[in-house]
DNA sequence: CTTGCTATTGAATCTGAAG
DNA sequence: ACTTCAGATTCAATAGCAA
């Protein structure tokens, strides 16, 4: 088994190609059995995400009833109950310790919980060597209430967002959660529905799962730290909503599951969802992805010509454009962000945004002369 | 020494009453020293709630800077340097061991921190016995961007808040809640701004302490889980705004302090803090804001599906819904307002009513269907 | 006195490819 | 593993000053 492992693990490394990935990796499937186990029959290195909704230890009481005498129906699974916090642990460093080991190097892991669980899981996550990028708080639109008037009404979930180590070069769709969320950077906490309605997944006319999460969480887990194409694991996969999500928006998933009622229904749920086309899969791409234009570029094809001034918005600096594509400005020369970090004493400065010129009676920023530049040489 | 500690412990178990209590404890003063130190001091099972705000063991990099090349003056004191997380929980497990000592029965205690130290805080006050009664969101108004779009916003702050044991009766005053939540139950959830403007307390026209809490914070911890006349202790005493709250609230505080400079702000301030009269808490304690709906949500939740057709009213444009919540429409792309400004060659425009789609047989501008998320996702 | 513009600032684990 | 350098990147609130 082992030797089979480390073989895939080679052929993954070596040609990391959709049929080679299908080939090595049971991809689109769901694992039956205990998670940890099945974990382990999977390859080094071989996972770009991973999302897990781990039993949350929830330490309940006895029944709760509602103020009307009816009873509130409470996650009392089997599966929910270790014998304290010590068990806990011990299960989750092993199947933390099976995730790091699949989890390639530049990989992240998605965490959700509860305050029964998630400090438990935070800690540990710290203590093997994950680093935690954010804590995401999933603000319940919906929350139930606190019946008895005991406590403050539970209304969040904490979701912990970390990357294999710190020195990752984990994924992160900035522009794409920025769009999401009308021109503003995406905060730490989301406000989101609780999964209800026609979402709710029923067997039999009751909840098929006690704790379903809404698609639209893992739509923007998803969103935010995955690419197309990758693969994402899910070892409590439940109903497979990550499942249902990474086949909507073209990722590969791979889900572990031990109930045969939950696998059951996640199969027929993905079976249904339609995976959305190119077009509609796209999303705003950051300028880092952008192609890179020379300012020297510029210069060479005309659109500035050797000799134009070039100034800052305020017009405390004017330099000179030379033919090469460097500035001066009096005794200093250099690249356009050099020269205005050097004028303005800063550590750095985009010259693309700091540098002005004169364009058909406007002022603009040499960028707009990039972004017209860009649009000529295309097609 | 500790025959002293426990002689004051039998004096206030025998006669609580305020005189005793003064006499046996150091209330409404500042305890110049090492917080370990001075709790060491006090005497077993006097204190009815403590609030602490550890160092956060932020482990910052190098400098930052914003866009505009200003400089942004981060937490770099001694103070909140730890070499491992190790040295972390290690002096988190003597700070509370004294905590625990000093707190009632029935008392509880509230610790903030950030996703840097809270989980080691969590898990460790579950060790110790502690139980966790609520995990609270201080959802920040306006919080610092991440300016280097590298992560999500780090938006919000964690509190805990925890009895001494399960067994504990604590103080929860649900009613004074669920008033100043406008007749809802209080979430565990709570918008309010940072500390700046006025209330920053300042030195030589710098900011005193670099991490001064809002005193609505304060306010509202102290309303919700003490009774007048209660001692609150705040081991991290600062700039003492946990000790100006509880002067205004009617309760008797203690502070502990290290720092001189610090000790002699917070006496200034506390001197000056008056006792505040039922009306003005209405309007310290923001509201909870109604949260705005961003084009994505609708999106994420299923509301307009990617790849769904848009288009304004005269139908001379038409645009494609895609997975991010940007449109498309031929070669641009755009958020909804950008992208209809820039059809129309308009300076700026309003996406929410110049898109339209088609809805149960009739086309509405997309705003009709924020209508309808907004009425489906209220409680 | 009001309105509008600009500058400042807040608990921040804050770049990445090429040489 | 190191350095170098192109160039990407910010939201809300407050204070101060000008009009």
């Not at 319940?140 to 904490?158: D, I, L, Q, S, V």
Request: aromatic share 8%; glycine share 8%; proline share 4%.
């Amino acid at each position: 088994m082992v030797a089979l492992v480390k073989e895939k693990a080679r052929a993954l490394r070596a040609a990391p190609d959709k049929a080679v990935k299908a080939r090595v990796l049971p991809v689109n499937r769901i694992l039956r059995g205990d998670c940890i186990e099945m974990m382990r029959s999977l390859p080094d290195a071989s996972i770009d995400m991973i999302f897990a909704d781990p039993p949350y230890n929830l330490q309940l009481g006895g029944d709760l009833a509602r103020p009307d005498g009816s009873h509130v129906d409470a996650v009392t699974n089997d599966w929910d109950k270790f014998s304290s916090f010590a068990a806990y642990d011990t299960f989750t460093r092993e199947w933390l310790a099976e995730a790091r080991r699949l989890l390639k190097t530049d990989g992240s892991i998605w965490v959700i919980g509860s305050y029964h669980n998630i400090f438990r899981v935070g800690a540990i996550l710290q203590d093997m060597g994950f680093w935690i990028l954010n804590d995401i708080i999933w603000r319940k639109a919906n929350p139930m209430p606190n019946f008895k008037g005991t406590r403050f009404t539970n209304a969040h979930e904490t979701l912990i967002w970390a990357s294999k180590s710190e020195k990752s070069k984990y994924t992160f769709n900035y522009r794409a959660m920025k769009t999401l969320n009308d021109e503003l950077q995406m905060r730490s906490d989301w406000v989101l529905p609780i999964c209800n309605g026609q979402e709710r997944l029923k067997r039999n006319g009751t909840k098929a799962h006690p704790t379903q999460k809404p698609e639209a969480l893992l739509y923007r887990v998803m969103l935010a730290t995955t690419n197309k194409g990758d693969v994402v694991l899910d070892p409590f996969f439940g109903t497979g909503t990550t499942g249902a999500v990474a086949k909507r928006l073209g990722r590969d998933w791979i889900g572990c599951e031990r109930e045969d009622s939950y696998i059951e229904v996640a199969e027929e749920r993905i079976e249904m969802a339609l995976p959305l086309d190119e077009s509609a899969l796209a999303t705003m791409q950051s300028k880092r992805s952008a192609p890179k234009v020379a300012f020297g570029a510029l210069v060479e094809s005309g659109w500035l010509a050797p000799g134009a001034k070039v100034f800052d918005k305020k017009r405390r600096f004017t330099a000179t454009v030379r033919a090469d594509g460097s500035l001066q400005a009096e005794a200093e020369t250099g690249s356009i962000h050099g020269l205005g970090a050097k004028l303005q004493g800063a550590p750095s400065c985009n010259g693309w945004t700091f540098w002005h010129v004169e364009h058909e009676g406007e002022v603009k920023p040499i960028d707009a002369l990039r972004q017209l530049y860009l649009l000529a040489v295309e097609d």
